[in-house]
Nanobody, 119 residues
């Protein structure tokens, strides 16, 4: 069963903004630490941003100050606001629980949403 459905990606010029959405099933969003991940062609999956059930957030250094993770428990939806986009942000973006690398391999992933930043 698909647990996460990502949306909101697209093509954007450098310096532009996008807001990604993640629809999560059940009570996962309010019960677990959540995260956004991304994977660019030829590169390993990387952790982009995290948010705890209490609302504490953390970010990869590469996106700190530009991206904001948030959630709406009532809507079972998590968001990633992406500002000042750079070409190196180009990747497929996925949402999931915050997982160890080993758990990431075993996890169920949604389809992801493609973000392309190009002039």
């Amino acid at each position: 069963q698909v647990q996460f459905v990502e949306s909101g990606g697209g093509l954007m010029q450098p310096g532009g903004s996008l807001r990604l959405s993640c629809a999560a099933s059940g009570s996962i969003l309010r019960s677990y630490h959540m995260a956004w991940y991304r994977q660019a062609p030829g590169k390993q999956r990387e952790l982009v941003a995290t948010i705890t059930s209490g609302g504490t957030t953390n970010y990869a250094n590469s996106v700190k100050g530009r991206f904001t993770i948030s959630r709406d428990n009532g809507k079972n939806t998590m968001y990633l606001q992406m500002n000042s986009l750079k070409p190196e942000d180009t990747a497929v973006y996925y949402c999931n629980m915050l997982l160890s690398e080993a758990a990431q391999i075993r996890a169920s992933w949604g389809q992801g949403t493609q973000v392309t930043v190009s002039s």
